[in-house]
């Protein structure tokens, strides 16, 4: 059984290697045994998954997958944290032969640049600043992935579990769900944390599902494109009516009520109150667009 790593650990750990945590990278290190079983439970990983984890640190997250799943990919963007991974998880009991560790920007991962095995699932503490690009990016670079539970500012878990017609449904909560299904699967308070953040973090799950119907003969990540300009485009003026907020991605308000019509989508809606369906009939709707985006 591996052992997990506790507040004294976690401290001692940082003094050998010299490690001060940096708001830059967004290094909040969890130090609480029972929260990284929490985590893992929460996870709920068949015997034979294959993890991606972002942002392992010092490992306690890393420690308590290991036995969980057939293999473990650790992305570390700080190199003096990934070089020291290996031998954490050795010192504690875990088998390195399960262990991959890519010294890496998690927002460019790619399938070739992570190799064998596949990764099926994403578990991860991933830091604030960056955690909804680098959800989207790997379920966009990686199409083996098919759940994943992911600890995020509590108040961008809200944004992502958002349903149409919430006021914190929006961009991240559209994207996500053109990939998967999500809810929330738990609250984890600022003082399992090392150094403790001024936020609460809350837990988001997904499960992978089909995207919304593509248009015959048009690949799936242009079509996806061309949906998420169009989101963004609705979401960059809430107040606005989706007439007025297309006109400049339709060329004009006239086209986008034309559009709009054409997707069976009232004009005078408003994007929080579409799902990501209703999106991508308007970005059928109108296939000549040129205008596409992340």
């Known amino acids: 059984m591996t052992e997990l790593l506790g507040p004294a650990q976690i401290r001692e750990l940082a003094g050998r290697l010299a490690v001060a945590p940096t708001k830059r990278l967004g290094q909040n ?8 079983r929490r985590i893992v439970s929460a996870a709920d990983l068949p015997a034979d998954s294959v993890v991606l984890e972002v942002g392992p640190g010092l490992g306690s997250l890393t420690l308590g997958l290991l036995d969980q799943v057939r293999h473990l990919h650790a992305v570390e963007i700080d190199p003096v944290l990934a070089g020291a991974l290996p031998p954490t998880v050795a010192g504690c009991g875990g088998d390195l032969a399960r262990l991959t560790v890519h010294t890496a920007d998690a927002l460019r991962i790619t399938a070739a640049g992570l190799g064998g095995p596949e990764p099926t699932a994403l578990v991860a ?3 604030y600043n960056v955690a909804v690009p680098v959800v989207l990016h790997l379920l966009a670079e990686l199409p083996s992935l098919r759940q994943g539970l992911v600890m995020v500012q509590k108040e961008v878990a809200d944004r992502l579990v958002a349903g149409p017609g919430s006021r914190t449904y929006g961009v991240p909560s559209v994207k996500l769900a053109w990939y998967a299904a999500a809810r929330t699967a738990g609250r984890v308070p600022p003082s399992v944390f090392w150094p403790v953040p001024n936020v609460d973090s809350g837990l988001v799950a997904f499960t992978r599902r089909e995207p919304p119907a593509v248009p015959a003969g048009q690949p799936v990540d242009r079509f996806r494109r061309q949906v998420f300009a169009v989101v963004d485009a609705a979401f960059a003026q809430r107040r606005k009516t989706l007439r007025a907020a297309l006109a400049g ?10 559009v709009l019509a ?5 004009p005078g809606a408003r994007g929080e109150a579409l799902t990501v369906a209703q999106f991508a009939a308007i970005a059928a709707a109108a296939p000549l667009a040129e205008t596409v985006a992340e």
């Open 29 to 36: 290190f969890v130090h609480d045994p029972n929260t990284v």
């Open 125 to 127: 503490n991933l830091p």
């Open 262 to 266: 054409t997707a069976g989508v009232d």
């Open 249 to 258: 991605w339709a060329g004009g308000a006239d086209r986008a009520a034309a």
